[in-house]
């Protein structure tokens, strides 16, 4: 079986469909260019199957790379058979290869290999067939210097029976079995950790069944032993692993069969139970590290996908008490326009003062929306704010998550070599109201706080996973390429960082791009990378009104050709509503460009360039409710959710501390998965349940509402 069949049997995917998509991925396709142009290739397979196929390539591609390496090592030591080959050959499970492997690999001294060399093999073998009686007698023959007694030359003989055993493939498949469906884990708290540990005190003593422990709890009790609080252990009921070695091994004569027995127990306890346990405490984490960056990646591709304000003249505030209130005009590009520092909350002529700089700000910049940075001072701004009543003014309370990484980066000293941290800071505050996308880009994901013990888990593979993320949805939206910065350029479809700062240089020295065609003049950017990114840029306002669509270039002919068949203009076809309904598509199918194609450019012929995005709606707090101690039971409140873990959403009704609505407490009926029930940044209603305001906990429920 080749790769191409191994990751259609996996995925389920049919063959030709893989086929086709890993050959495009090998000629430097990209995941979104191929969901959204390859689509009569693919079979109108979308970005997740696309990027399935992509992940099971390499899996099974590193799992090849694997074996060659075992067969060579195998085949220099002098011990492949055609039979060990087959076997290798076949087998396309990592754990499996392992196994059959493990006889062969180099070790290091053990007592099998002592005994081996005190010559006491053949006695191990002639006990492990089990057809000879008399084991003491002929142990004797054993005796050496170095074998001073027959207990020495029995124990000796059992080590090495212990040690086939634990290499024999057939067990080690037998018991992994046994793992897999009653391996517990159980935690403990460490000596004299207690009066440390009390965050994790529901794990001092602590018992779950592996298969079902859900990723969340798998991290914390990790976490717990990261810290040196918790000791863990896994392991199964030993009978029935025991048991099933019995069956495989105990098949002769009795008094050889007991040693046999002894070397068993001996093998499960002191090899095989710690070999596997290692193994399910690496799978089990593996596990839950995939299942805490699924719960990530979702959560940063709706908030990366949040709804926009769009071009607008905004007025950006970061909140401070004593230090004062940093504010920006920014323009509708997001520009720093004016910048100065008010402090509302140092008394009352400060107050008026504030009150008067802020009037004059949005009069003489003729701002249309106002954002708050939602951290110190965030609500009391907000309230002074409101409270000047300013006219056809929009206020937005806006996450800071991250807004100080961003801050003191080297994106942000590039951006504003001349301003300060807090500057930098108020810019970005504003930034994110305009487009949370464009803005939320230059920060490291890790960092915008929807992330669930994002530090715990693999960071290789969570890098790998929120890249796509970010790449997925920057490809989605698609950006303007006269307006982009070069870090939202970078994750565009075939460019990168080294291509995306070419186009910007290229803009600053030759003005805005007029057409898509012109990119073929940006140093290193070939037909390929031009193919790649070139339906995912937009161009308002230039010289063709499909380059600000998701139109592919390679496609104008078909539109000029549906325009010259109505007689009109490929402008007409985008603004009359009437021309677009005489179009017969079925007329203009090739094999290269089907129905889907076709579809697809008829929708975007109705709306060229729409943002996928929803509209931002303006959100308020419950003015009585500043602080936890403002709470109590029975309150019922609004909120905006902030954050979605496996357990449930996190709730921000304006207090600093973000209140828990438990997955078993976001609806009526039963919810799997947090994500069926809400959505980051969802505006919902909720009741407060509990208030521990030692501890700073907050209990919400959705119930009822």
Known sequence: MNIIELVAQSSGIKLKQVETTVNLLEEGATVPFISRYRKEATGSLDETQV?????????????????????????????????????????????????????FKPKRKTKATVAIEKGLEPLAILIFHQKQTGIAEIAKQYISSQVLTVADAINGAKDIMAEWINEDDRARASVRKIFEKGAYIYSKVKKNKEADGQKYLDYFQFSEQLSKIPSHRLLAIRRGEDENILSLSIYPEESQAINALEFIFLKGLPEPKKYVKEALDD?????????????????????????????????????????????????????????????????????????????????????????????????????????IGNATAGRETETFIKDLRLENIQIFMISEQGASIYSASAVAREEFPNHDLTVRGAVSIGRRLMDPLAELVKIDPKSIGVGQYQHDVDQKLLKNMLDSVVISAVNKVGVNLNTASKHILSYISGLGPSIAQNIVDFRKENGDFKTRTQLKKVPRLGEKAFEQCAGFLRISNGKNVLDNSAVHPESYGIVEKMASDLHCTVKDLVEKDSLRKQIALQKYVSPEKGMHTLQDILKELEKPGLDPRQSLVAFEFDHSVRKIDDLHEGMILPGIVTNITAFGAFVDIGVKQDGLVHISQLANKFVSDPNEAVKLHQQVKVKVVEVDIARKRIALTMKGF
Not at 68 to 74: F, Q, W
Not at 82 to 94: C, V
Not at 319 to 332: A, H, I, N, Q
């Open 267 to 371: 093998s499960y306890n002191r090899l095989l139970k710690p070999s596997l346990e290692t193994e399910f405490f690496n799978l089990s984490k593996e596990k839950a590290d995939i299942e805490a960056i699924r719960v990530f990646s979702e959560n940063l591709r709706q908030l990366l996908l949040s709804a926009p304000l769009g071009q607008k003249m905004v007025l950006a505030i970061d909140p401070g008490f004593r230090t004062g209130c940093k504010t920006v005009v920014l323009d509708k590009n997001g520009n720093l326009v004016k910048e100065t520092v008010i402090y509302p909350h140092n008394g009352q002529n400060e107050l008026v003062k504030a009150g008067e700089v802020i009037y004059n700000l949005c009069k003489s910049h003729h701002i249309e929306a106002i954002a």
């Open 51 to 103: 990027e399935e196929i992509r992940s099971l390539t390499i899996k099974f591609k590193e799992i090849e790379k694997r074996k060659e390496t075992i067969i060579a090592s195998i085949s220099e030591q002098g011990k492949m058979t055609p039979e060990l080959l087959t076997k290798l050959k076949s087998s396309y499970d990592l754990s499996q290869l392992e196994d059959i492997y493990l006889p």
